[in-house]
Structures are given as structure tokens and as C-alpha cells.
């Protein structure tokens, strides 16, 4: 068993039964999960979306298979950049503060929305971009709170 097991519990490994293994594992490891799955689901919107907008344009053939290849890539880079941006700054910013409250999650969502806007250029989007990810970003805390508290 190595460490990583032992702070997430994997193996009878030294966690308590209160903790959370998102409040005891590294930033980094939260960081590259979120990262991994979020582009994981812009690979999956990605593949649904494309194929409708390459026919749309009329694309076919060889054309269409790029065209979709591209969205699909664009897509699952700016959820990957979504996913590991909010978790690294959300887990850093509570592990800075040594609070864990709606505040972690407001900063984070605002960074992300900047982050996000800058990636897709989409600056007349940045404030509504910046609200949705930071009330997300909070009721996802609130849910882990409210879970773990039960």
C-alpha cells in the first residue's frame, strides 16, 4: 500500500471515519481526478454535439471526420481546463485559509469563469460564465457537507 492508498483509505489505511478523502487527499491528486473526469464528460458532449454540427455545414467525408475530431478535442480541453482549474483552486484556497465554507467555493468559480472565458474568448460571457460556475461550485460543497453530515 503506498501513501496515496493510506490517505484515501484504500486497505484499512490511517482515516478516520469522519473524514472525507476530498478534504485529506494532495491538491494535485484532486486536481488531476477532476481534470480527468470532467474532460472525460466534454469528450462525451463533444461526440454529441459535432456529428449534428458537421452535418449542419454540410461536411461530409474526410472534411467531417477533422471538423469533429476538432470539437471534440476543443471540447474536452475546455472541460478538462474547467475541471482541474476549480479543484486546484478550490483545494487550495481552503487548505490557505484553513476554512472549508462558501467562500472556497465563490473564489474558485470566479477564477474558473476568468479561466474558462479566456480559453474560449468569450469576454461578453465572462460574468454569467463566472456566476454559474461559482453557484455550482457552492452547492457542490454544500451537497458534500450535507452528505457527509448524515
Known amino acids: 500500500m503506498n501513501g496515496f492508498d493510506s490517505r484515501l483509505g484504500v486497505g484499512g489505511g490511517g482515516i478516520k471515519e469522519e473524514e472525507h478523502p476530498y478534504d485529506v487527499a494532495p491538491c494535485s491528486s484532486l486536481a488531476v481526478c477532476s481534470t480527468l473526469n470532467v474532460g472525460a464528460a466534454g ?52 487548505r490557505y485559509r484553513r476554512k472549508d465554507d462558501w467562500v472556497n467555493g465563490l473564489v474558485s468559480g470566479v477564477v474558473t469563469g476568468v479561466a474558462f472565458a479566456a480559453v474560449s474568448r468569450s469576454w461578453r460571457q465572462l460574468i454569467p460564465t463566472v456566476c454559474l460556475i461559482s453557484a455550482l461550485r457552492i452547492a457542490m460543497d454544500h451537497r458534500r457537507k450535507d452528505v457527509r453530515a448524515s
Do not use: E, M
Open 43 to 94: 469528450t462525451i458532449w463533444g461526440l454529441s454535439y459535432a456529428p449534428q454540427d458537421a452535418r449542419k455545414f454540410g461536411l461530409t467525408g474526410i472534411n467531417r471526420a477533422g471538423f469533429v475530431a476538432r470539437q471534440v478535442a476543443k471540447s474536452t480541453f475546455q472541460c478538462a481546463l474547467i475541471g482541474g482549474v476549480c479543484a486546484a483552486t478550490h483545494c487550495g484556497i481552503k
